[in-house]
């Protein structure tokens, strides 16, 4: 009972319209993109090569959005800039669903990645405001992979149906239930006396110091090997023999097995550091997209890496946003890789869409490897510096206890 008490959050409403800006809003394209990719290719007629840049716009600008309001996350008004964010993401989606000429629905996507990453970034600069930003990044992955749950099968069942004005619609209405939460979120940034004090221990580091151009190296390296598989994983199970609504159940399964990536970083926080925990969590999502990228000729290969997709991703995510957290308690940081894991969902689908129709999957599987090893010796520098931080920040809080 000890233990699930302390996991609990300091403050629900702050849990909630961070999720509810970062992910709901900033990263819900992130959920349907294999369900979007396949839409694409089989209702606008393009080839997997052309669904990915197509995608790989609308994250792109997503990630110039949050890059551009990032360096004022300290003073920002958050709130607002989320609200407009959703709206513009919203009426973006809406419009999607109503065109049919590619050309005015890429200006769309770009607009409504815009809108997202607004959302996105003051999500993730919430983080940094917690006492407990592991505590908060877990909760916040744990409600994210429970809406997961929900849209992989609506999500399947929808592109069944009404194809790809259908997914954007969903995308819309899942956004707007979003806006409700965030009317809750801080309208500034909040750091407690004790926080301060353990700040001035260690100044916080900057957007362009080595170390913050490194977490965002490693973010951008983390995300690119994500999407690089995910994008393409319905295509692949199709390949080995699942249907369009079976996938739908299996994503919705894995999910399911997802929430106790997030949930043990709740329970578990930083009690055992952060750098075994990160290294651990890459090394499993490495394995994971091989598995799934690399199964197009085994059920039984595939479907373990799609079982291992959630559990690996959100619980390796929640600690490198953790780690962003701790590096700058003003959210420039963690804002800023955020706009860094966009572009790697950005670059992703258009990176594995080209290598596919070059050397096929295959030729992707050596690529996710040789990400998870630069991911690897980005992280190294941060986790470092991370761990400086913290014992100079228990020594601070140490003394002002004792001086009380």
């Known amino acids: 009972m000890k233990i699930l008490r302390n996991s609990m959050p300091e403050s629900w409403s702050l849990v909630f319209s961070a999720f509810a800006a970062a992910y709901g809003v900033g990263l819900i394209a992130l959920l349907a993109l294999p369900f979007l990719i396949s839409a694409i290719i089989s209702d606008l007629g393009l080839n997997e090569a052309q669904a990915g840049y197509l995608m790989s716009a609308e994250f792109l600008f997503m990630m110039l959005a949050s890059l551009a309001v990032a360096p004022f996350m300290g003073r920002a008004p958050r709130r607002t800039l989320a609200l407009s964010g959703a ?34 970034a003051c999500g993730n600069a919430c983080v940094s405001s917690a006492r407990d930003p592991d505590n908060v990044a877990g909760h916040m992955n744990i409600l994210f992979v429970a809406l997961m749950i929900v849209v992989m099968i609506v999500f399947a069942r929808t592109m069944a149906s009404a194809g790809l004005s259908g997914l954007y619609y969903s995308l819309a209405i899942t956004q707007a239930v979003m806006v409700l939460f965030i009317f809750k979120m801080p309208q500034r940034a909040t750091t407690t006396v004790t926080l301060q004090q353990a700040s001035s221990a260690r100044p916080n580091s900057t957007l362009l110091s080595p170390v913050g151009i490194l977490m965002m190296l490693a973010t951008l390296l983390f995300s690119l090997r994500d999407t690089m598989g995910w994008a393409f994983s319905e295509q ?139 991911t690897l010796l980005a992280v190294a520098g941060p986790l470092r510096k991370a761990e400086e931080r913290r014992q100079a920040e228990l020594l601070e809080v140490s003394r002002a206890a004792s001086a009380a």
Do not use: H
Request: glycine share 16%; charged share 10%.
């Open 87 to 120: 709206f513009v993401a919203i009426l973006a989606n809406i419009a999607s669903a109503m065109v049919v000429d590619v050309t005015t629905l890429a200006a769309l996507r770009c607009a409504a990645g815009a809108g997202a990453g607004l959302g996105l």
């Open 236 to 374: 692949v199970g199709i390949r080995v023999g699942y249907d369009g609504e079976t996938l739908g159940l299996l994503f919705s399964l894995q999910a399911f097995v997802g929430l106790g990536g997030p949930l043990l970083v709740a329970l578990i926080g930083n009690r055992f550091g952060l750098s075994k925990p990160v290294i651990i969590g890459i090394l499993l999502c490495g394995a994971s997209s091989l598995f799934y990228v690399l199964g197009e000729n085994s059920i039984a290969m595939y479907t373990t890496g799609v079982m291992m997709i959630a559990f690996t991703y959100f619980y390796t995510l929640a600690y490198l946003t953790s780690l962003a957290a701790s590096l700058d308690r003003e959210g420039r940081v963690v804002a800023a890789c955020g706009s860094f894991l966009t572009l790697g969902i950005a670059a992703g689908p258009g990176v594995s869409g080209t290598l596919i129709a070059i050397g096929g999957y295959e030729l992707t599987g050596w690529a996710i490897a040789v990400a998870v090893i630069l």
